[in-house]
């Protein structure tokens, strides 16, 4: 069982993500902008991350620098959910170390999941509680 934060601002599609990832045993927990995010990793300890880019106070793209450069956070999984993207943008991100980047509007929740899992089986939680 992990640890999954969903870094999503639009309340439907953390609804929607919310009920997809609750099939699971997952233990999962919400930031609706990047600076919540960056409390919830402190204070949740995700094991992944479903980060969005674009959001108010501060950006996927800065979450994922501050995340990267921190030694405590680094090695956090990181999967990139999101419609803002070009070809540059996904070279960058999987650049800075990211697991996976998934397009939102490509990627029925099923998909998703699947994902979520997979990222999971081959690179299971390290806690020991």
Known sequence: MAKILIVEDDPALQRLYTNTLGL?????????????????????????????????KINGIEV????????????????????????????SAKAMGVTDFLVKSDTEPDVLLEHIE????????????
């Open 24 to 56: 699971t045993e997952h233990t999962l927990d919400l930031a609706g902008d990047g600076e919540m995010a960056m409390k919830k990793v402190a204070e949740f300890k995700p094991d992944l991350i479903l980060l969005d880019i674009v959001m108010p």
């Open 64 to 91: 994922l620098v501050n995340l990267k450069s921190n030694p405590e956070t680094q090695d956090i999984l990181i999967v990139v959910f999101t419609n803002a993207y070009s070809g540059k943008s996904i070279e």
């Open 118 to 129: 997979r990222i999971l089986s081959e690179h299971p939680p390290k806690r020991t509680s």
